[in-house]
């Protein structure tokens, strides 16, 4: 089910920034055929703050991972920020998710041998942005993101929650459209859990961000301004965070 404000995105702008249109996804498991994915019919419009919840094997992850073009579904079409992504070649999706697409990983998935600085500024490289340039970006967003003073610190010497940080930071570095989060709080505290949510909710009112989340956690789905609810690869509910927790849907 699509919800009646999924396309208007933000400012009612009516951009459509994901749309998957009867994408099925199946795995082959020795003899056994694993359907992750099964005829997904979704659209979210620019700009919006989207919680995706399901138990585990619901299909979240999949979802995530063929709409951040990382995986192709099996059947059915995906189109992010107006490009269908079955015309694209393996370079062109590479660019697609290096310049419109970011990620924030359960497991943050930094770089270790490079500083929260340099992990940031990774992507900018890849870009080709200047060095000078990219590296006042970086100072500015890990400001913004309340780790000045750690830029120089290695992984190791993070804790969880400053680590998500400069996930985060990396995430936005690049300008993306489309922010994608697999269970960003699920290695964190509680207290943690709210500041990065603070963060996120910040960073799509300020930059106009998309945001998709995949999670478990409730305050997550609280936060989000609509609630999909993934059950057996398939969408059962779409609506209002309240609506949904409180089973009105």
Do not use: W
């Not at 702008?13 to 020795?30: I, N, Q, W």
């Not at 500083?115 to 940031?120: F, K, V």
């Not at 100072?139 to 309340?146: D, F, H, S, W």
């Amino acid at each position: 089910m699509i919800s009646q404000s999924s396309c208007r995105g933000a400012g009612g702008s009516g951009r459509v920034m994901l749309r998957l249109a009867s994408v099925t996804k199946e795995y082959r498991d020795g003899e056994v055929v694993v359907r992750a994915l099964r005829g997904v019919d979704l659209e979210i419009g620019a700009g919006e703050f989207v919680a995706m919840a399901g138990p585990s094997g619901s299909g979240k992850s999949t979802l995530l991972h063929i709409a951040g073009a990382l995986d192709r579904p099996t059947a059915g079409s995906v189109e992010v920020d107006g490009h269908d992504l079955a015309t694209l070649s393996e370079r062109e999706l590479a660019r697609l998710r290096r310049d419109r697409i970011g990620f924030v990983f359960q497991s943050y998935n930094l770089i270790p041998v490079l500083t929260a600085a340099e992990n940031a500024e990774y992507i900018l490289m890849l870009q080709g942005v200047a060095a000078a340039a990219r590296r006042q970006r970086v100072r500015e967003l890990l400001a913004e993101v309340g780790l000045t003073g750690l830029e120089d610190r290695y992984p190791r010497e993070l804790s969880g929650g400053q680590q998500q940080r400069v996930a985060i930071a990396r995430s936005l570095a690049s300008g993306p459209a489309l922010v994608l989060a697999d269970e960003p709080t699920a290695n964190v505290d509680t207290a943690t859990a709210d500041s990065l949510l603070d963060l996120m909710e910040r960073m799509h009112h300020q930059r106009g961000v998309t945001f998709l989340f995949s999670t478990h956690d409730p305050r997550v789905m609280r936060r989000s301004h609509r609630l999909l609810g993934l059950v057996d690869g398939r969408i059962e509910g779409d609506g209002a965070p309240a609506d949904l927790l409180d089973g009105r849907l």
